[in-house]
């Protein structure tokens, strides 16, 4: 119950409910026992003397008296109804029924009648899951499900979110890594040097990160930049610049550019940093929010998304 | 509530069901008093024969044999008609239907209640007196109970013995029959849900799902409970159907009417007394016409929301006319207007085409042909175009932008196909990341996560603009280019 009412109203709420029902067997009992005017001096009397409006009347087609018996089994079945189930107030029920309850029985069944399905995949290796068109098959809609919000339903990612169907991979694309990836989550830091680099070192580092892939860059600003690479950024990004899986950071002497490849982009990357601040760049665990077997299954589905044809 | 001086069914003027002082089947209570509630008379009809009585049992045969048989129907290796629930299926005859298709129902559901208001203005309640299947199962269950028990008076006889073993034996049999039919109806209803093969197997082999047991069951009881207890209740305290006929009635629906003016005054007469002879009018007061009303009302006190236009009284009728020598048609079908201005029948007839009934008979032509045209020409291909709303968009090379878009193909044949599917609405856009042909299996779906890709050179004069396009993706058979959807969809280019 939300913390601004108090229990006065559950306890209102319960008296209504039992006064209505009260009242509905009050009106059936003195309406069982009403009798009209059949005949009056010979002459047949058809309504049952109510006048409205001055000409309204109603005529007395008398339902069967099983049916008033109807009436009152519902008052019944209100009254055992609300002993067994949360309805008066805040009262829960004799049964302890809850729809956060019903709901897990719900998953729980449907987990119980795949778990023989997920356990058959568990028992095998990932590469072998992989090559299964029919756990493909599940993969596919479980990352439409789970991952395709950020990673795009063809897995072929965003700014900021990787590309999973590429060659290209910040922790490894080995089948392990990519599950630990998906079970534990990942969280890439690419700590700011703006301030410490100052706006013409960040314009250095950029030409040669440029120059890295071949792209277009400042001759002589990469040629600084270079000595300022060695120093500050080959200790997670290798004094090669390809990167260490190890740590999640990137290539980046490919053409694979996870925030762009614009000389600003990449500018504020090194000012800025990624991820630090926020949370792009995280991907969350699913440990806890799928199980084992789903997990299994994703790592399968985008493993095969590059090594299975 | 009803304003009696407003009232729109006439109702007995001058002689009253309650106040007829001569020797009738005692319908309601005499007592000065009556409750709000009353408890039920069983009514035991009178079996009757006749033209009308014909063409019921006629249209009970016809209409059983299509919902006891056709769930039989074996139709390109499938039941004919199935509804799968399950699969969001719904097999009938050569056409399949997808929950994308319920406009079909709605057409259906259109057709049925112009064909009820046309033919309701036409001749009242056919529906009720022939179709319904309160009334048809009711007719059956009645049948089983003559056979079984005897007509009315055996019945009556019956009802007023002590136990007694044959009582009980008469019973039993009477019971067992009607739970018969109606197991026999429930296990057909499910039928057209699950497999009635596979169901029957099922059963036999007790391994009835507990939903499908559960209906079976149920359709039973309300076969059971409907058709041999409730009845006329049925029709008099629950079925809507009853209190709204009157607004479809005018004065020239052709409704079953006592000639009034004929019969009146009524009394008992030998046989030999000619028509009009002793200052009586030609009803003789048999009462049969009250013995065969399966509603037990008194169709000489005019009509009444209870009748369900059955016609049995005019076949009893006609018969007691045939037996005195007196003319046929002392209750008949005729309208208000004939009897007031004592029209013929070819008089009749000319108004049955008013503009009530020509207008609803057009407007049910016209739409049972929009819709039949439109299921001919129906096109065996939905496809869906979601775009991925996660991201705007992305650079797939230098100068080139891709969008991605998940791209539903559903294939309502019941045969594989294979499909192009293309792109238009901007310079060089193209669908990458899927390989075509794209094969849809027989009656299924398929979900593609697909691209678009489009040049965006910013040199270029005809570089689009940054900002959302239209687009369209073009879905096509290989096989046949009229099956072809043309889905819209929004590609956009970043800034």
Redesign the interface.
Known sequence: MSDFTSDGWSFYIAIVTLVSIIACGALLYA??R??????EG???V???GHV?DG??????N???????WLFYATIVFALAYLVLYPGLGKAPGALGWTSTGAYSTEVRDFDAKTASLYAHFLDQDTKAVAADPGARAIGERLF?NYC???H????????G?PNLADADWLYGGDPERIRESIANGRNGIMPAFGSFLGADGVRNVAAYVRSLSGLPADDVRAQVGKRVFAENCAACHGADAKGNPALGAPNLTDQTWLY?STEAVIAETISRGRGEASVVSRMPAHKDRLDDGKIKLLAAYVWALLNVK | MEKLADHPQPRAPAVSRHASPRRVIPIQPTSDEAALYEIRRKIHPRAVHGWFAGWRVALVCATQMAFYGLAWLPWNGRQAVLFDLAARKFYLFGAVFWPQDVIYLAVLLIVAALSLFLFTALAGRLWCGYACPQTVYTEIFMWIERRIEGDRLARLRLDGAPLSPRKFLLRTAKHGAWLAVALWTGYTFVGYFTPIRELGAAALARQLGAWEAFWILFYAAATYGNAGWLREQVCKYMCPYARFQGVMFDQDTLVITYDRARGEPRGGRAKSVVPGAKGLGDCVDCGICVQVCPTGIDIRDGLQYDCIGCAACIDACDQVMDKMGYARGLIRYTTQTALEQGLGRAAIWKRTLRPRTLIYAAVLVAVTAAGAASLATRNPLRVDVIRDRGALAREAAPGRIENVYRVQIMNTDEAVRRYTIAASGLTGIEVVGVAQPVEVDAASTRLLALRLQAPVDAGSANAPAAGPHRVELTVRAIDDDSVVRHEPSTFIVPR
């Open positions: 309406l069982g009403v009798r009209v005017t059949r005949t010979g002459e047949p058809e309504t049952t409205w000409d309204l009347v109603e005529y007395n008398p339902l069967p008296r099983w049916w008033m439409l395709a919000q950020c795009g339903s063809d897995a072929g990612g965003s700014k979110f762009g």
